[in-house]
């Protein structure tokens, strides 16, 4: 089984509202990854997660807020976004963050700021 | 800069042709990966190439891994409409630590 799950789908919000994307794997794998990707652009790494652990921040602003609760668990939580910030929001796993490990991907949240 | 290379940016054929995609690089890597996506769905994963010549087939796919890892093609024979979709090649440098290096793809539209 190579199935990354995110939740929500789809999600609308307002420049002032807190909301917060979810992702769960179950395949033991112990990196876990955050991308934010335009239409018809590869995506952009955000930040890396390895054993639970931030590892690496890609200069992300503020409003973007990581969370890994567990090696499981990965969070996003949003705040005072930008209308720029509408994106496919990709969360990905792997065995290790080490190279040469290929990453999974799951399904993506559709995020539009109005 | 992109440090990944991948051409063409757009390929539009009918079924039945063949195509072929490339992914270049001056730097070199220590995998390679080869994902396909369709609209609001993420990346998967068709292939992970790691030795220098190394060649994999997935039924009419075929990917190769230039001798000296820094670039890397897809074949693909007979295309099929349901070979539509946007072709990303990614590629993990030994100092990476889990950053893996994105071409810009390729969108391929095969028509019946």
């Known amino acids: 089984d190579t199935e990354v799950t995110q939740t929500p789908k789809h999600l609308v919000m307002g420049m002032t509202n807190k909301k917060s994307l979810k992702c769960e794997q179950h395949m033991g794998h112990r990196a876990m990854y955050w991308y934010k990707q335009k239409a018809k652009k590869p995506p952009e790494l955000m930040f890396v997660?390895?054993?639970?652990?931030?590892?690496i921040n890609e200069s992300v602003p503020s409003r973007f807020s990581p969370e890994c609760p567990n090696s499981s668990l990965l969070n996003l939580h949003l705040h005072a976004l930008q209308p720029e910030d509408s994106a496919l929001y990709l969360c990905a796993s792997s065995l290790t963050s080490g190279r040469g490990y290929e990453q999974y991907f799951g399904p993506g949240t559709r995020l539009t700021v109005t | 800069t992109q440090l990944l290379e991948q051409s063409p940016q757009f390929l539009s054929i009918q079924e039945g042709e063949n195509l072929t995609v490339y992914c270049n690089s001056s730097s070199v890597f220590s995998s390679l990966q080869w994902y396909r996506q369709e609209p609001g769905e993420g990346p998967v994963l068709l292939v992970t190439?790691?030795?220098?010549?190394e060649v994999k087939k997935l039924k009419r796919l075929t990917f190769q891994f230039g001798d000296a890892r820094k670039d890397s093609s897809l074949h693909i024979t007979a295309a099929q409409p349901g070979d539509t979709g946007l072709y990303l090649c990614?590629?993990?440098?030994?100092?990476?630590?889990?950053?893996?290096?994105f071409g810009a793809g390729t969108q391929v539209v095969v028509t019946p």
């Open positions: 190439v790691v030795t220098g010549g």
């Open positions: 997660y390895s054993y639970e652990k931030l590892s």
């Open positions: 990614a590629g993990a440098r030994a100092d990476s630590w889990g950053k893996l290096q």
